[in-house]
T-cell receptor
């Protein structure tokens, strides 16, 4: 069975500060891991994904995430928050290619 | 033009009414999905289809049905809508050539309100 836990349903950061959104997963086999972003009134857009190989994955808009197998984590970071980063972020896991499992989401607020 | 489109984008209906939500895609993907999103619950899978002849129930299929009319079209029906089906509904596609990751590509969503 697979599951995804996102710690913190709401995160606030100041503009220019580090963004850290946490994601932990459980999976019986090596997972494929994803981060999606949802801007207001829009669908989900793929930010980045981890499949195999390098554990540090770079995505769009300056975001990156690191797969840490020992910690079963895939936290999303961005060195310097921008106002346009305000959105909801979803972590997801897949392993068989049959179903995705999403976390409950983290709403990011960027304070000017 | 968007690769995955959903109609309608917003719908308000009454309890007991039959509702159909439509999804079309131009990505040429075989796999299509319907999810619902509720605050604090994330996205949950309702139904998925790996090709025109293949339909599978997801996590929360009760109260819903689907029809895969063609590779590009996947409709979700609520036979008799109830208020707890008020939610944001998303259609998604994935490309089997991207297996095993099965990356999902989403439409813009349909906001459904059942009064």
């Amino acid at each position: 069975a697979q599951s995804v836990t996102q710690l913190g349903s709401h995160v606030s950061v100041s503009e220019g500060a580090l963004v850290l959104l946490r994601c932990n997963y459980s999976s019986s086999v090596p997972p494929y891991l994803f981060w999606y972003v949802q801007y207001p009134n829009q669908g989900l857009q793929l930010l980045l994904k981890y499949t195999t190989g390098a554990t540090l994955v770079k995505g769009i808009n300056g975001f990156e995430a690191e797969f840490k197998k020992s910690e079963t984590s895939f936290h999303l970071t961005k060195p310097s928050a921008h106002m346009s980063d305000a959105a909801e972020y979803f972590c997801a896991v897949s392993n068989t290619g049959n179903q995705f499992y999403f976390g409950t989401g983290t709403s990011l607020t960027v304070i000017p | 033009d968007a690769d995955v489109t959903q109609t309608p984008r917003n719908r308000i209906t009454k309890t007991g009414k039959r509702i159909m939500l439509e999804c079309s895609q131009t990505k040429g993907h075989d796999r299509m999905y319907w999810y619902r999103q509720d605050p604090g619950l994330g996205l949950r899978l309702i139904y998925y289809s790996f090709d025109v002849k293949d339909i599978n129930k997801g996590e929360i299929s009760d109260g819903y049905s689907v029809s895969r009319q063609a590779q590009a079209k996947f409709s979700l029906s609520l036979e008799s809508a109830i208020p707890n089906q008020t939610a944001l509904y998303f259609c998604a596609t994935s490309d089997p050539e991207e297996l095993p990751t099965d990356t999902q590509y989403f439409g813009p969503g349909t906001r459904l309100t059942v009064l």
